[in-house]
Every structure is written in C-alpha cells, then in structure tokens.
C-alpha cells in the first residue's frame, strides 16, 4: 500500500500542475499575460486555490515553472550535428519543438511573458553553444562572442519564423539557420 502512495501523489501532482499550465497557455492565447490572474487561471483549470498555493508562489512563479517543462521536454543539444553527422540541421530540435508548440510559442513571443522568460531560454542555449563551439576548436574570447551570435541569430531567427506564422517548415529554418551561422563563423576563424 506504502509503495503506491507515492506514485498517486506525483499523478496528482503532475496532473494538478498540468491543469494549470494548460489553462495559463490558454488564457495567454486570448488575453494579454499581464491581465491574466490567478482566479482567472484556477477558473480555467477547475483547480482549488488551496492546490495552486501547495504548487506555486505566484502567476510568475507558474510561468516559470510551466516555461521549465517546457525546457525539459526540449530534446537534447539544438547546436549537435544530425544523427548522420550532418552539421546542416543545427537548431532543428528547437525548430521542430516550436513548431509542436505552436499555441504557446504563438501566446508567449512578443509579450510580457516572453520578456520574462527570455533570459532564461538564452542561458540554456548560450550553454549549448559554448559546448559546440569548444568542440569545433574554438578557444578563448572567441567562444564567449561565438556562443552569443549563434544564441541572438537562433532566438531572432526563432522570433520571426513566429511572427510570420510558421511560413516555413522546421528543416527550412535550420538549413537557413545553419548556412548563415557557419558563414558567419567561417569568416570569423572559428
């Protein structure tokens, strides 16, 4: 009995927390983030006050949290080569994840929400690329500059495949991303 206490807490827990999410993501697609309270989302979520405040401190705290399983869920390395080693798919995960997500990154860009999550999305890619780069040889300053290019291309990229909708298919925005980025790279010796 001891041993499935557990686990029908973390289905309870994860079930709560899913609730919430989805209603923050589906108020995000209908009004602006920073009119959204949290009695608008436990409305939504059909979840007791009492179940937020076990879980979250606050509206933000739920936007990073719901933000964090999202970077969770991100597979693997956006700057590692292909399965077949071809460096022609660079940012690909990111892209095709985005594209799965389509809702949230469509509520998220361009808004207080995006703002705050922002730095957060950097830091995770600014990780990866300074892990690519060291890889490929780079040393030094260059990495650090490199790693920044790479992560403000990728995330102003990302932005405006958004913007425009979706207009082009993952594998376009990476083959794109990745001609422009090693272009860039090749003249700067890295």
């Excluded at 291309?153 to 980025?181: G, H, I, K, N, Y």
Aim: aromatic share 8%.
């Amino acid at each position: 009995m001891n041993r499935t206490a557990p686990e029908k807490k973390d289905r309870r827990v994860r079930r709560t927390r899913a609730l919430l999410h989805e209603a923050l993501v589906g108020l995000m697609t209908e009004k602006d983030y920073g009119a959204i309270t949290i009695r608008d989302i436990l409305k939504r979520a059909d979840v007791a006050r009492s179940s937020f405040d076990e879980h979250f401190r606050d509206k933000e705290d739920l936007l990073f949290g719901s933000f964090q399983d999202v970077i969770d869920a991100l597979p693997g390395d956006f700057f590692a080569p292909a399965s077949n080693g071809d460096a022609a798919q660079l940012g690909l995960p990111l892209f095709e994840h985005v594209a799965a997500n389509k809702a949230l990154a469509r509520a998220m860009f361009g808004t207080e929400a995006w703002n705050m999550t922002l730095a957060h999305l950097r830091n995770v890619l600014l990780i990866q690329a300074r892990r690519w780069l060291k890889a490929r040889g780079a040393t030094g300053s260059s990495i650090e500059l490199s790693a920044h290019h790479l992560v403000g291309a990728l995330l102003a990229q990302l932005t405006w495949w958004v913007m425009q909708d979706f207009s082009l298919t993952p594998e376009e925005m990476s083959r794109a991303f990745t001609r422009l980025c090693l272009a860039g790279l090749a003249e700067g010796r890295v």
